[in-house]
């Protein structure tokens, strides 16, 4: 098993490739982790940019759908054969990774957006594909209700109730999360540290660390 390992997670792209040339250590990292949002609402040719432009500096890649990614987006991760969203699988270095894509309903009428029993389901889904490894990350495009990851302008709370009951069941060691742009932040449920990086435009990016015994994650920031 593998020391020293890391993998660079991003989120909320928007189509600006730009913005994934200037992050700081993709081609060292173990992989690269999209949460979801590649698109402005396109599909899977506006998607394969954003593949692409992440393949040019590191071939590992684990992504998933978002609200603003039309359905065959889901289908394009799928043949390209990085697709997490409502399944997992184990690194070489012994980590799981599981995924949630889509969103909860929101006031926008995105593409891509499921209600609560339905994201509850992906994620039992997803979970299942590597509940046999101990050391999980969980990538769920919608933010785990009540935290510092889910709030909007006026403080109010936006994020997944399934999500966060979720975390609050399996505790997974870390839940790379997005959607809330200006939700930026690191928070915790029990022993689940909870990362959204915000908008990749922003600057902001999370860093998930494994020493082969202890997974962590940290908010990081690029200019």
């Known amino acids: 098993m593998g020391e020293g390992?890391?993998?660079?997670?991003?989120g909320d792209i928007h189509d600006d490739t730009r913005a994934i040339d200037r992050l700081p250590g993709l081609a060292a990292a173990a992989g690269v982790v999209i949460s979801g949002d590649l698109t402005v609402k396109g599909g899977a040719p506006a998607a394969r940019a954003v593949i692409e432009a992440v393949r040019r500096h590191n071939a590992v890649i684990l992504a998933q759908i978002g609200n603003m990614d039309k359905a065959d987006v889901d289908s394009y991760l799928s043949g390209e054969g990085v697709n997490i969203h409502a399944t997992g699988r184990v690194t070489p270095q012994g980590v799981g990774f599981f995924g949630c894509g889509w969103s909860t309903p929101t006031p926008f009428g995105t593409?891509?957006?499921?209600?609560?029993?339905?994201?509850?389901?992906w994620l039992?889904?997803?979970?299942?594909?590597?509940?046999?490894?101990?050391?999980?990350?969980?990538?769920?495009?919608?933010?785990?209700?009540?935290?510092?990851?889910?709030?909007?302008?006026?403080?109010t709370h936006v994020g997944s109730r399934a999500v966060r009951a979720f975390i609050e069941r399996v505790q997974p060691a870390v839940c790379l999360t997005g959607h809330?742009?200006?939700?930026?932040?690191?928070?915790?449920?029990?022993?689940?540290?909870?990362?959204n990086p915000g908008a990749l435009a922003g600057?902001?990016?999370?860093?998930?660390?494994?020493d082969g015994r202890l997974l962590g994650a940290e908010l990081l920031a690029f200019a």
């Open 124 to 155: 039992d889904a997803a979970h299942a594909a590597v509940a046999h490894c101990p050391h999980l990350v969980m990538v769920c495009h919608t933010p785990p209700y009540g935290t510092a990851t889910d709030v909007v302008g006026g403080g």
């Open 203 to 210: 600057g902001g990016y999370a860093r998930v660390t494994f």
């Open 111 to 121: 593409p891509s957006e499921a209600g609560e029993e339905r994201i509850a389901a």
């Open 5 to 10: 390992a890391y993998w660079i997670g991003i």
């Open 180 to 195: 809330i742009h200006e939700a930026r932040a690191v928070d915790a449920i029990g022993a689940t540290t909870v990362v």
